[in-house]
């Protein structure tokens, strides 16, 4: 009853809105679902890497914020999902979401600048900071255009969502690579390193075909030594003795 007292130019025009956001619903749900798969993932992996030495500012700087991407495309796929009146309603919190975005972007560079477990490359500042500020930006601008072009404003928000999801993947699968296939990688020159090498400050050799592992701090040797004679089965040299 409350449409029908609308003027018909905007009753028609709010029409033409939904209809054009109800076209997105297969393309949300594909990227909800996959963000929620993935969410559920990365708890898993965590709980299987959990005997790996705790780099909490390294994890607030790389892992977290995968979480949130996925979280964020999850978000914006049930906004998009609800049965709203206008489009005006949804593209407010989705350029909420994005503005949110950007600050959380800034705070992860200030994370990674401050964090000494791990020295950030160019490809980490591009996926961890670059990528998804442009992505969180592209949502937020997206809001204003809505009222007026719908049409590319859905577009732009789509976009940002699929970005989201591709970079929450490629961060998550450059931390497990990280954490476990470089575990096995012993450097076969002089001065090379893994980058598993890089954030846990340690060495591994081999000498006298024995596995040599030289620099992990404190209390998580024994750990390390153990998961990695499980992993390879073979003997550890630490501290002059075999």
Known sequence: ????????????????????????????????????????????????????????????????????????????????????????????????????GVAYAVIVARRMRVQTAYKPEFEDWVFHFLLPSASYAILALSAFAAPSHTHEALFGAGAAGLLLLFIGIHNAWDSVATMCLSTNAIPTKRGAETRLQKRTRCNIGVKDNVVVMTGVEGGHQTRWFAAFRQRTGRVFYRHGAY
């Open 1 to 100: 009853m409350r449409a029908a007292w609308l003027p018909l130019g905007i009753h028609e025009r709010l029409g033409d809105d939904m209809s054009e956001l109800a076209g997105w619903d297969s393309f949300y749900i594909i990227i909800g679902s996959a963000a929620g798969a993935l969410i559920g993932l990365q708890f898993v992996v965590m709980t299987l890497l959990a005997d790996r030495p705790p780099t909490l500012a390294a994890g607030a700087a790389f892992a977290t914020p995968t979480i949130v991407h996925f979280g964020a495309v999850l978000l914006l796929s049930a906004l998009l999902h609800a049965p709203w009146q206008r489009i005006t309603i949804a593209a407010a919190l989705w350029g909420l979401m994005g503005f949110s």
